[in-house]
C-alpha cells in the first residue's frame, strides 16, 4: 500500500471519529451503545484496510469520544471508546490476514 494511500485512510478514520464525537454530544443523545457500535465498525473496517496500522486507525477513530468528553464534562468512563476502538481496529487487521491467506 502507498504511503498516500495509508494517510488517505487515516484521514478518513479521524473524519469517521470527529463525526460519531459530535453525534454524541448532541442535545438528546443518550445512545451509548449505539456509539459504542459505530466506533467498533469504522475501527474494524480502519484496521482491516491498515492491518499493519490497526493501532493507528484505532487511535484515529477512537481518541475522539474521549478526547471530547473528558475535556467537557470529565467523563473518564468515555475512555472505554478506545477499548472499543483497538478491539474493533485489531478484529479487522485480523481478519484481513485471515483471508489474505
Same mark, same amino acid.
Given at each position: 500500500?502507498t504511503?498516500s494511500?495509508?494517510?488517505? $485512510?487515516l484521514? $478518513?478514520?479521524?473524519a469517521a471519529?470527529? %463525526?460519531? =464525537?459530535?453525534?454524541?454530544?448532541?442535545?438528546?443523545?443518550?445512545? =451509548?451503545g449505539?456509539?459504542?457500535?459505530?466506533?467498533? %465498525? /469504522?475501527s474494524?473496517?480502519?484496521?482491516?484496510l491498515? @492491518?499493519?496500522?490497526a493501532?493507528a486507525? =484505532?487511535l484515529? %477513530?477512537g *481518541?475522539?469520544? @474521549?478526547?471530547v468528553e %473528558?475535556v467537557?464534562?470529565r467523563? #473518564?468512563?468515555?475512555l472505554?471508546a478506545l477499548a472499543? =476502538? +483497538?478491539?474493533? *481496529? #485489531? /478484529?479487522? /487487521? +485480523?481478519a484481513r490476514?485471515?483471508?489474505?491467506g
Open positions: 500500500m504511503p494511500r495509508s494517510w488517505l $485512510i484521514g $478518513i478514520a479521524i471519529g470527529a %463525526v460519531i =464525537a459530535w453525534m454524541d454530544t448532541r442535545p438528546g443523545w443518550d445512545d =451509548a449505539i456509539t459504542a457500535v459505530l466506533i467498533l %465498525v /469504522a474494524l473496517i480502519g484496521g482491516s491498515l @492491518p499493519n496500522r493501532w486507525a =484505532a484515529a %477513530v *481518541a475522539w469520544v @474521549p478526547l %473528558v467537557r464534562d467523563n #473518564y468512563g468515555s472505554l472499543v =476502538a +483497538f478491539a474493533g *481496529a #485489531y /478484529a479487522g /487487521a +485480523f490476514r485471515g483471508l489474505s
